[in-house]
């Protein structure tokens, strides 16, 4: 069975791991500020924060923006519930946005079209890789880049580590931040709202001669990265470019070897990093069953979250999420697939289903 996703660990993801391991710091060390700064560096972002997952990351967005009952929040339902989960937590009004056929992200004028006045922020989603871009809307913009690793837009960027994205630190996220003021509430959030930097300059002391060397003013969690994932994440961005070209190269040769093929529309955008494959077809159901004949797993990856009870389980009235809604399936694409895989499984496609 060729798979659709398999964790991709290098082996000096492991050496590295282990050597922390070892070592007397396997929590929040000097590993986790080596791995913000070599993030930092290499996508020449300012202020990073890392923590223990994605969602974490989400969910200090939201923190930051303070969202809660009143708000409202313009996102789209065609995104991992991950991403909407938080919101409906806080009491946020949720206003769905359609899609752009063409990339499956939120569409820039539907968002337009419905903001209000008490519409405090906009979540984009980068879907399977591909960039939104929903521009200048005049409130906050939450970019969730979970599956989109090196695409920084909006004023809150939100990546993911987890198993089998571009780069995996076991699981744990990044938020990427575009004010000081909300990287240093971000970095005491993390952690209980204390402040490290202090607490190691008080040499992990709270009391000196009987006075409290430092205080809490800020309601804190226990989202935090730990020195063995950071270990994991700063070898896995020295593969980041050889993950990308190698990534790049099969989405290329799918689309160049599915190009003409009657009922098949590829989804793909100016800015793609490559996460899925994607595809529109017609009559889905026969095709996921004769690719699965042939060893080939198929995956939608994605259900749209306001068919969820928990959002109302009612599809909402957005005509292109509508539309594209029992076409839309993804192949197999990473780095444990080879080019001979996409052969095989584009010579099964043209066959017929």
């Not at 969602?55 to 200090?60: D, S």
């Not at 303070?66 to 991992?80: R, Y």
């Not at 980068?126 to 521009?135: K, P």
């Not at 160049?256 to 529309?265: A, P, Q, R």
């Amino acid at each position: 069975m060729i798979k659709m996703f398999q964790p991709y660990v290098p082996e000096e993801a492991v050496k590295s791991a282990m050597e922390t391991l070892r070592s007397p710091m396997i929590a929040q060390g000097p590993k986790v500020d080596l791995f913000e700064k070599k993030f930092a560096e290499m996508f020449s972002v300012k202020y990073p924060v890392s923590v223990n997952s994605g969602t974490a990351a989400l969910e200090t967005a939201y923190d930051l923006l303070e969202l809660g009952s009143g708000d409202e929040v313009i996102t789209t339902p065609f995104t991992c519930s991950a991403t909407n989960i938080p919101l409906i937590r806080r009491g946020v009004d949720v206003v769905w946005a359609d899609i752009l056929e063409d990339t499956l992200c939120i569409d820039p004028d539907d968002v337009r079209r419905k903001i209000t006045p008490r519409t405090k922020a906009v979540v984009q989603i980068h879907l399977g890789g591909v960039g939104a871009d929903v521009g200048d809307v005049g409130v906050p913009v939450v970019s969730d880049a979970c599956q989109a690793l090196g695409i920084f837009k909006g004023d809150y960027t939100c990546c993911s580590f987890q198993a089998i994205k571009h780069i995996t630190t076991g699981d744990g996220g990044m938020i990427v931040l575009s004010d000081e003021d909300d990287y240093g509430k971000a970095k005491l959030m993390r952690w209980f709202g204390i402040d490290r930097e202090r607490k190691i300059a008080n040499d992990w002391m709270s009391y000196r001669t009987r006075m409290m060397s430092f205080d809490i003013d800020v309601l804190g969690y226990k989202r935090h990265m730990n020195d063995i994932s950071a270990a994991m994440g700063i070898a896995g961005l020295e593969q980041y470019i050889k993950i990308i070209r190698h990534r790049k190269g099969l989405f290329d040769l799918y689309k160049e070897l599915l190009n003409g093929v009657d009922g098949i529309k590829v989804i793909d955008g100016k800015n793609n990093v490559y996460w899925l494959f994607t595809i529109l077809v017609e009559r889905r159901d026969d095709f996921a069953k004769m690719l699965f004949e042939y060893g080939v797993e198929t995956n939608l990856v994605q259900v749209r979250n306001d068919t969820y009870d928990i959002f109302g389980g009612k599809a909402a009235d957005l005509p292109v999420l509508n539309k594209i809604e029992g076409k839309y399936i993804s192949l197999p694409i990473g780095m444990h697939i080879e080019e001979d895989d996409v052969r095989y499984i584009c010579r099964a496609i043209k066959k017929g289903w």
